[in-house]
């Protein structure tokens, strides 16, 4: 239990309750398809063949597709490398991002307009695949993790938001550092960042959710089985069971391997989700009120 | 309001003198428009300014290169948009051809049909999806107790990592004609009801899926957002006698309110892009009529052709209808007095 | 209107990148149409007839085990027979291989893959031990199969190209250009097996000629044919639940609307359908693609028949015979449903009957899948589509220097291995005692490591004739096969059988939006009486252009 400031005072019985029926709703309406999705993956083949698709009651229980999951080594693996490229992705993204939002933070500092501009036509134009790939090639990055994390470093939409927020920190504050005679960097570093845990703790998630998930750059960009990402080698599993492109060009039957049960899909999203649930209390954690301005104004 | 929706250019330029705060920088030379606003504006030499300004530009110089490399040099590739290009043959070699690319897109009622119905459906999402997240974060900010806080909120954003395929099967298991409220009717001896198949209630079910998917994930952003409002505000609020209701409006609102206009402009930006997969599955449900939107359009056109061009023109459409939405939006930002997505000077 | 025509449909590729080549009844001719101002589109010039038949390796059959059923040979133009069904497995392995061809070398191969990927080679004792008895070391780049398309056509136009590139036709199929690339990306073979050449590699030299002829492009041998099944599709039904329920199996249109108001039943979660439309087509006696009638061409949408699936499917739709999560999704997962009995008709193709059983015959001894047998929507004589010879192509880099094109032929010739011979359950299986067991009646049984390691990849490199092969379900063998080989004689050639088109652009690209049409009004969105109009304007945007395009190339090989 918190205690709450002053100026929380609880509201009246009417609008708790109202809230938390709203809340539980909300809640539930999130939870129950977790559940199925959660359910399915601990299903064995007949329950889900009971089901005809995703298990809503509990039958047959088992761990069967976790183990078939994780008995390859191959997931292990790429377990190991989609964290490294997100751990290093991530945070080379950070410190790109805050340089450069920071760094256009300052109105009326040279340059400034156009580089902003330069960055959202970034946001408006897509690149083609083989122009990417020409690039990333004559670098010599094919097959080189380098090529999950660089070509998607820098992402405007995130630059723009940490940009918003870095403004929205009180003028007089830095200026009365500089005028102390603080260099830019001591600014950011004592000043902005320290104010900004906030936002940075939000575009890093943003960034670690990219890496981890991006599958299309491992695709064009990993020849080496052994470098490939978790969610390449995931998608494997899933790939009779997306549709999306069978039954096109009359796909002859050959090779085609065995459709994965669904409890294997479902292990995959329980499996994806994990990470996911872990980070967010750490995000969560800067969303504190009150670490701002008072203090440094003083 | 003014007649600001001028097109872009140097006529805007004119008719917004300085003193008045709106700017107009976007147009064909940013580098020249923006260097005489700033320069109006400082009053001070390049030369001085640049003195002060370079460890600032010295910080830009890793995005900048990151981008030029991995964004700028690709995106020269587009140039195949005015081509008939096939990748084996590459640029150098393709035969230009001009506009006839845009000419045979525009050409194309399909192109519109799917142009409207993009428009329609982000239209439609903007109003009934947009301030979800938004009411959502305030409502979860509310919350006093951290851990309910944290643990609702863990919850809440979940959905975001589904894939569509995913959220689609769980509406079908809900909703459509074998699902469970169908089953439930049936029990009944009613008769089931399918609602994912009825092409005029289409644009309900998509906003319904992707409320469900992203709304959660949305809120962290203005979550952020809330926790940066100084509370302060709050606290003399209180102090005034303010209602919970008053101190919404006059503080909570206006907190995020930078955030949310940016969001916006951005999200205009992006306007015609309205997600692939989730229209992808459920286009032979309720017909193309109902469910084509610019990324499938462009998807089924080049599939089978591989028309390159003909995607890169499309792409380089989208591009330029997002960078002069984006430009209006910002320029009505300024004229109430916001800062947008660049901040007047 | 005027269109923007000049510079954008005259050179916008599709009409361009024609090589026919074609074996009508013995006398083989070629086609080309003019090629098109694209620099470097080359090789449409016409290939002479006789050029085909010194192109293709001379046919020598493999003596090695026969099957128990024996398949049917074909003699239609460009048609792949049926290899025939093995009902128990061979009690003796032929060694087909008598001495190592690989000569130490090593290459990478690019190879698709739809299923959970093994371990890479320095951690794959499958793989370390299918490469020391090849001779030569083939490293794995395998890829996602749904993506291939993406990876393939970004490294052919970036040169980054491994020594060993395998590529299915379907993804050809989305490579407008293809002739162009497969040109400056790959290795001419003709000079290594064209003709009798191909007697150093005897188990290539098995492959039916045929497939081999599929893998010509621009007059020359380019790849090596990885042979297919003769059918694209078939309805399969669950024949547990019909023979328990005893349900009639339909002899025409009427009656498998009527079966399919028996089976349904909502209530019960009890659909008669998944998807089937495509197999419609063939009941209703729509062509493939096109008919030629009298001279002239009637394309599929074109014909009287064709209105009558609509009406037909449209029945089924507005009746709610199909199950509502196949009408609300492309996502929706046939197979379960119908593992499930939700579903008891869908359309697949004839592979996809083993991975069911696989998957639910070990707790449902019971569970049965039957196909149908063909049949005609008025009762009278049916007919079926069939597969172009070959589904799958292995390449080689350009500009590999001649030992190493030979070594790679070589290992492709070990791949190329059939069904009953040692280096087959070698390369599909592993080795015995560590991948694989053998069960009671002497059929490979994978081990754990068997499963983890021996992923499908050998089996994509080059090809060898297909058979039914499921020892397992010495049932469903009989069945397959009776079934393919009772269905050949059904099998309808198309006016282009045995030509490799390159369709027109325009008239794919046509494709999606007039199908979307149609199926409006198959699902109630649309009168029937609009199929007219959405014929007419298909004919206007590109159908007619498209007809005139074909006719010529029939015309071209004295077709028509």
Known sequence: MTTSPAWMERPSPAGRTAKGVLLTLIVVSVLFPIYMVVLTSFSTQEAVTEAGGLVTRPGGLSLAAYRELFSGGVVTRAVLVSLGVTAVGTALSLVVTVLAAYGLSRTGSVLHRPILFMILLTFLFVPGMIPSYLVVSSLGLVDSYWSLILPTAVWAFNLVVMRAFFMNIPQEVTDSARIDGATEYTIMWRIVLPMSKGVIAVIGLFYAVGYWNAFFNAVLYINDNAKWPLQLVLRQYVLQGQSIYAGQGGVTTVGQALPPSLAIQMAIVVIALVPVLFIYPFVQKHFTKGVVIGAVKG | MPSSRSKTGPAGDLTSPAGTGTTNDVPKRPVRASRKNAGRKNRSPLRARLRRDWPLLMMTLPAIALLVIFYYVPILGSVIAFQDYSPYVGIADSPWVGFSNFQWLMLDASFWDATINTLTIMVFQLIFYFPIPIMLAILLDSIMNRRVRLVVQSIVYMPHFFSWVLVVTLFQQMFGGAGLLSQVLRDNGFQGVDLMTNPDTFILLVTAETIWKDAGWGTIIFLAALAAINPHLYEAAAVDGATRWQRMLHITLPGLRPVIILLLILRLGDALNVGFEQFFLQRDAVGRDAAEVLDTFVYWRTLLTGEWSYGAAAGLVKGIVGLILIVIANKVAHRFGEQGIYKKS | ?560
């Not at chain 3, 150093?200 to 007059?219: E, K």
């Not at chain 3, 379960?336 to 998957?359: E, M, N, S």
């Not at chain 3, 690209?509 to 009486?529: A, H, N, Y």
């Not at chain 3, 007809?547 to 077709?559: A, M, P, S, Y």
């Open chain 3, 1 to 560: 209107m005027t269109l923007p025509l000049d510079g954008a449909t005259t050179s916008r590729r599709g009409f361009l990148g024609l090589v026919g080549l074609t074996a009508a009844g013995g006398l083989l001719s070629a086609c080309s149409t003019p090629s098109g101002p694209r620099p470097g589109s080359g090789g449409a010039t016409a290939a002479a007839g006789d050029k085909l038949t010194s192109l293709t390796p001379t046919y020598i059959p493999f003596e090695g085990a026969k099957p128990d059923i024996p398949g049917t040979v074909s003699k239609l133009p460009g048609v792949p027979g049926y290899g025939g069904g093995f009902t128990k497995y061979p009690a003796t392995l032929t060694q087909a291989i008598p001495q190592k061809l690989g000569k130490g070398g090593s290459y990478k191969a690019m190879t698709p893959l739809w299923a959970p990927i093994p371990p890479a080679l320095d951690e794959n004792s499958f793989f370390q031990a299918v490469n020391a008895e090849i001779g030569a070391t083939v490293e794995f780049q395998i890829a996602d199969g749904t993506t291939y398309a993406d990876k393939a056509i970004a490294r052919m136009a970036s040169g980054d190209l491994p020594d060993i590139m395998v590529i299915p036709q379907w993804e050809i199929e989305k490579m407008a250009d293809f002739n162009v690339a497969v040109d400056k990306a790959f290795e001419d073979l003709t000079p290594y097996l064209q003709g009798d050449k191909v007697k150093s590699w005897p188990l290539l030299a098995n492959l039916p000629t045929p497939a081999w002829q599929w893998s010509v492009w621009n007059g020359k041998l380019m790849a090596v044919p990885f042979p297919t099944e003769p059918y694209p599709l078939s309805l399969l039904y669950r024949k547990d639940l019909f023979d328990e329920n005893g349900w009639p199996l339909p002899k025409n249109a009427e009656e498998l609307y009527q079966l399919g108001k028996t089976i349904t039943d909502a209530k019960a979660k009890r659909w008669a359908f998944g998807d089937i439309h495509e197999m419609a087509w063939p009941i209703f006696n729509i062509p493939q693609e096109w008919r030629l009638e009298g001279g002239k061409l009637v394309h599929k949408y074109e014909t009287p028949e064709y209105v009558l699936m609509l009406e037909f499917m449209r029945k089924l739709f507005e009746e709610e015979l199909i199950h509502p999560n196949v009408v609300s999704s492309k996502g929706a997962n046939e197979k379960d449903l119908f593992a499930a009995g939700q579903t008891t008709v869908f359309r697949d193709g004839i592979g996809g009957w083993k991975p069911l059983l696989d998957q639910q015959r070990p707790k449902n001894p019971d569970f049965n899948i039957g196909v149908m047998p063909l049949f005609a929507h008025d009762g009278g004589t049916p007919i079926t589509y069939h597969n172009n010879a070959a589904g799958i192509f292995t390449f080689i880099k350009k500009g590999t220097p001649k030992a190493k094109v030979e070594e790679i032929l070589s290992i492709l010739n070990f791949t190329a291995a059939p069904f009953g011979t040692k280096e087959y359950e070698l390369y599909i299986y592993g080795v015995e005692g560590k991948h694989f067991t053998r069960d009671e009646n002497g059929a490979p049984d994978r081990t754990e490591l068997g499963l983890k390691e021996a992923a499908e990849s050998y089996i994509f490199l080059g090809g060898r004739p297909l058979v039914t092969d499921w020892v397992a379900y010495p049932d469903a063998v009989t069945a397959c096969a009776q079934w393919q080989n009772d269905s050949f004689k059904y099998i309808q050639t198309q006016p282009t059988s045995g030509i490799r088109v390159q369709r027109p652009a325009k008239l794919s690209g046509l494709q999606v939006p007039t199908e979307d049409k149609f199926t409006d009004i198959m699902r109630g969105r649309r009168p029937v009486s609009d199929a007219k109009d959405i014929v007419a304007e298909w004919q206007r945007d590109g159908g007619n252009e498209g007809r005139d395009f074909f006719l010529k190339v029939l015309q071209e090989n004295g077709r028509a």
